[in-house]
């Protein structure tokens, strides 16, 4: 049941009080079918106890007059209201009565349940009420008492009729606390599981950190390592230097440093004789991957290729490190003794697509160290429950110097005001800025109206901010085409680049400071709190302006939480909150299921539920009844 219904409280008809919602029990003197001016049809009863008589009012379904007919027992639950001059009860749950059958759907809590089509939440009821008398006795515990003592859970059985059929609300939520906890207990069974199968089926190349030359090349450096860089590069070089592969997510907000951290690691992996594969989930962010390491690496003999669907074997030749789309997965290229794979924003990608990427570069059971980044900051109960069987390091701080980024919600009234400010501002301060065009319709590829509406606006802000230079960038352009656009923008030779959210993910610009984003409510908080990312990348005070037609509250309050916090952390978890993670982290389209009974606030929950899943393969003995339970299910094999 998605809620409940209290309808326990029951009263003599006569002692019913107005605006009371409650269960009445009667019998039907009358019932008839009346027509409205429109043709619709009211059934109307009249039904009588001993101490008075109320009526009770339906609308289209005028079936009721062949059930509910004079003379027949009644229950009747719902809100005391008036109808026309009289008591009644409008729309109210009703069964019959009979000697010796309990009521299902009145003179309790009743379960609503969600509906669809030609299925009511009363036929499901109804329905529930007899799988439960079916499988009465059958639904069998698996948890030890202890656990079920210690972590103050109901019993499966239990739960399952306090969750349907509950006493008290109290009731209820005990039950929900422990469908709840299976359900996450065998998501979290198969996140240990394949941690396990990861770590036992597979040996790795051990890569021993040479501390002078990886110390040196930190120092050379052109900025200072944020507290949070050092630590989690401290983790990942504990990781490298195991017999078991890595297995990590770097999480950190937009211009965290991730990948200066990646950096890194490729550079131990250098040291120590062995390739690096980074993947990318676009060829713009594979070609800024490519620029940024090459400027890192400049003063030292580290070779890299950029893997495109047109570079040809022969160009590859010895290479270190190379960078690429999933071209990587699909090119004939020799890979000679990988150490290190670099998946950036990986949620963008496959499950399969991943795992195709770390088979191809493994050789013989022995598989190379794999680091996972995403810039879209992961809430804490997201990454224990989805990414469960990786190890997690977090970027919390930005680089030293980095402006907070203003920003402001843009009414329709207030657009040409809006543009003559960005004009001045590029004309006085010699800045850039980005205008994005939203997404049309969920879709892996941007579709043609996507394309078309960007193209509009470029269009429209060429004539608006002439004589100012306006670029354009979406998807659907050649690489090369991408490749002209961003480059001529990052060089200062355009002032103004419209595009699709193509930018989203990744693109470093220093000298654009203003991102206006059209149509702002389209977009999620995570993704605009990714396009403000682009801009606030130097020292310049930079700006993000939301552009909104919208008038619904709900709306302008989700976009307000924008021009009240920078963190995308806090972002992140409004997000989940208001739409769920498979909208946040794309996970509908990467194999990640939605929660049906556990809630994303239910942290403590998912930290004990983490605790237990790692206990039953640790403690096999102490959990024989579980280890039967998921062997008869084939819940870990799924």
């Known amino acids: 049941p998605h809620r409940y219904l209290d309808f326990s409280l029951t009263s003599d008809i006569g002692r019913a009080q107005l605006g009371e919602t409650l269960t009445l029990r009667g019998e039907v003197t009358s019932i008839k079918n009346l ?66 059958k309990g009521s299902v759907h009145t003179g309790r809590i009743i379960p609503v349940y969600p509906e669809t089509a030609g299925i009511s939440s009363k036929w499901i009821r109804g329905r529930v009420k007899e ?49 709840a906890f299976n359900e996450l207990l065998f998501l979290q069974l198969k996140n240990v599981w394949r941690k396990r199968e990861w770590e036992k089926n597979q040996s790795t190349h051990k890569l021993a950190v040479q501390k002078k030359p990886f110390d040196e090349f930190i120092l050379s450096l052109p900025f200072e390592l944020t507290p949070s860089q050092k630590r989690s590069v401290g983790e990942i070089r ?67 290729s950029l893997i495109t669907s047109e570079t040809k074997k022969l160009e590859i030749g010895r290479t270190d490190i190379f960078i690429g789309t999933h071209a990587l997965i ?67 701080e930005l680089p030293k110097g980095r402006q907070k980024i203003t920003t402001w919600i843009v009414p329709p009234l207030k657009r040409a005001g809006a543009y003559g400010w960005i004009k001045e501002k ?27 509406a960007a193209t509009k606006e470029y269009e429209i802000l060429k004539k608006v901010f002439k004589p100012l230079t306006v670029g354009l960038l979406h998807g659907r352009m050649k690489a090369k085409e991408k490749e002209k656009a961003l480059s001529e923008f990052r060089q200062g030779k355009l002032n103004i680049l419209v595009s699709t959210p193509v930018v989203e993910v990744g693109i470093d610009v220093p000298n654009a400071t203003i991102m206006l984003a059209e149509a702002a409510e389209r977009f999620g908080l995570a993704q605009l709190h990714q396009l403000r990312g682009r801009v606030g990348r130097s020292e310049k005070k930079s700006y993000c302006l939301l552009i909104s037609e919208s008038k619904s509250q709900k709306v302008i309050s989700r976009l307000a939480a924008m021009t009240k916090s920078l963190s995308g952390f806090e972002l ?51 959990y024989s009844e579980l280890h039967s339970y998921l062997a008869q299910k084939q819940i870990i094999a799924n």
């Open 238 to 304: 504990q990781d490298l230097e195991r017999g078991v592969p890595m297995n990590r997510l770097l999480e950190g907000d937009v211009g965290s440093g991730k990948t200066v951290v990646a950096a890194i690691a490729a550079f131990a992996s250098f040291l120590n004789g062995c390739q690096t594969v980074f993947m990318a989930p676009t060829q713009i962010l594979a070609q800024q991957h490519y620029e940024t390491l090459n400027k890192l690496f400049k003063k030292l003999k580290v070779r890299i």
């Open 131 to 179: 799988a439960f008398t079916e499988t009465h006795g059958k639904i069998k515990e698996f948890l030890p008492p202890a656990v079920l003592d210690e972590l103050n859970l109901v019993n499966f059985p239990e739960a399952v009729s306090s969750v349907h059929f509950p006493d008290n609300l109290d009731q209820a939520e005990a039950g929900r606390k422990r469908l």
């Open 35 to 100: 027509y409205t001016r429109s043709g619709k049809k009211i059934q109307l009863a009249e039904v009588s106890d001993t101490t008075g008589t109320i009526l009770a009012v339906w609308f289209n379904q005028p079936f009721l007059v062949r059930t509910l007919y004079p003379g027949v027992k009644v229950a009747l639950a719902g809100k005391i209201d008036w109808f026309g001059r009289k008591r009644a009860l409008i729309s109210p749950e009703y069964e019959k009565v009979f000697k010796g």
């Open 572 to 622: 992140a978890e409004l997000d989940l909150r208001l739409r769920g993670p498979g909208e946040v982290f794309g996970t509908k389209q990467h194999g990640f299921p939605e929660l049906k009974i556990a809630r994303w606030d239910d942290i403590e929950l998912i930290k004990e539920v983490k605790k237990v899943a790692e206990e039953v393969f640790g403690v096999p003995r102490k």
């Open 426 to 452: 590029i004309e006085k301060d010699g800045t850039q800025a980005f205008v994005v065009c939203p997404l049309i319709e969920e879709s892996e590829k941007e579709t043609m109206a996507q394309v078309k």
């Open 330 to 396: 699909h090119q004939k290229i020799d890979f000679d003794k990988v150490g290190l794979v670099v998946i950036d924003e990986q949620h963008r990608f496959g499950v399969e697509q991943r795992a195709h990427l770390v088979k191809k570069v493994g050789r013989r059971k022995i598989a190379p160290h794999v680091l996972t980044m995403t810039a879209t900051p992961i809430p804490r109960s997201v990454a224990l429950t989805f990414y469960g069987d990786l190890d997690l390091s977090t970027l919390t």
